[in-house]
């Protein structure tokens, strides 16, 4: 919206606007009548397709008459979100030149953006030297889902933070794993940590523990209130105990916990523990 505050009334003004710093066609607006002192009309400078992320757009007027751009500026800071409505929108991980070069760069979006459609996060066949923890994504419904896809893509952690999970679910819902491998190092304590989570689902997914490891590592770890988890076609190596479902609190059960076609091999002391759980 402009406003004139002149005397004289404004015939055509030349717009200077940007999108996080980077500048954009200047639109020269002519309005339908002059903008008469103290009036105001509404200007529409272009259109923008945004990525995800946090967004600043800036503009002000352009008159040669006036070099103090200070008081002719606007700025809005907005944050625009992943996603196209029922359209499906696929996303590459890819170290080299894919949409994100790391797991944790997509997250952040999903953090700062959320969602407006379901998302699929494509994953080269790399390895992905991370720690990974995914919160409650806003936007996120039954169809609004996200997925990680990857052909044998590989999530480890060699850092030097606690290595006490590889990937933590704290709240998260609608959320898929498929073709991924969970390759824990040695002293890790869990590989996979879901705390509050409600359908979350694994599939062709290889959850790996070295051998002579941590002798109580969990390679799949559920605590607090876990509803509608799926394990089908999955494979788990080595480790204490493959899936553990902690007992719940307050007489409460766990909802619809499927373990399905899954093939576990060389555990320490049980392939599945589950506590206090309906279907």
């Known amino acids: 919206e402009i406003k004139n505050y002149g005397s004289d009334p404004l015939t055509s003004v030349i717009i200077e606007w940007n999108v996080n710093g980077v500048a954009q066609t200047p639109y020269t607006f002519t309005p339908t009548t002059p903008i008469v002192q103290n009036a105001t009309a509404v200007a529409s400078v272009g259109s923008y397709t945004f990525t995800s992320g946090v967004v600043i757009i800036e503009a002000n007027v352009k008159l040669e008459c006036d070099n103090t751009l200070g008081n002719d500026t606007v700025s809005r800071q907005f944050a625009a979100c992943l996603g196209k409505d029922a359209q499906t929108t696929t996303l590459t991980i890819n170290p080299d030149d894919g949409d994100y070069a790391t797991i944790n ?3 952040e979006d999903l953090k700062v953006s959320g969602i407006c459609g379901p998302i699929v996060f494509e994953l ?3 390895i992905y030297d991370e720690k990974i923890q995914i919160p409650a994504i806003k936007g996120v419904t039954e169809t609004n889902t996200i997925t990680f896809k990857g052909e044998n893509a590989v999530i480890t952690y060699t850092g030097s933070e606690e290595k006490d999970y590889l990937l933590s679910l704290d709240s998260a819902a609608n959320i898929s794993f498929e ?8 002293t890790h304590d869990v590989v996979v940590d879901l705390k509050n989570t409600d359908d979350v689902s694994f599939y ?3 959850f790996n523990a070295p051998v002579l490891t941590n002798p109580t590592m ?4 559920m605590s607090a209130m876990n509803n509608n988890i799926s394990f089908v076609a999955d494979t788990f190596n080595n480790g204490n105990t493959s899936i553990y ?3 719940q609190k307050d007489n409460l059960k766990a909802q619809n916990i499927q373990i399905d076609s899954c093939v576990f091999t060389d555990f320490r002391a049980s392939a599945a523990v589950v506590n206090d759980i309906e279907n």
């Open 105 to 107: 760069e997509a997250i």
């Open 204 to 206: 062709k997914t290889t």
């Open 124 to 126: 080269t066949s790399d």
């Open 179 to 186: 073709g991924i491998v969970f390759e824990a190092g040695a």
């Open 218 to 221: 969990i390679l799949v770890n």
């Open 245 to 247: 479902l902690a007992s």
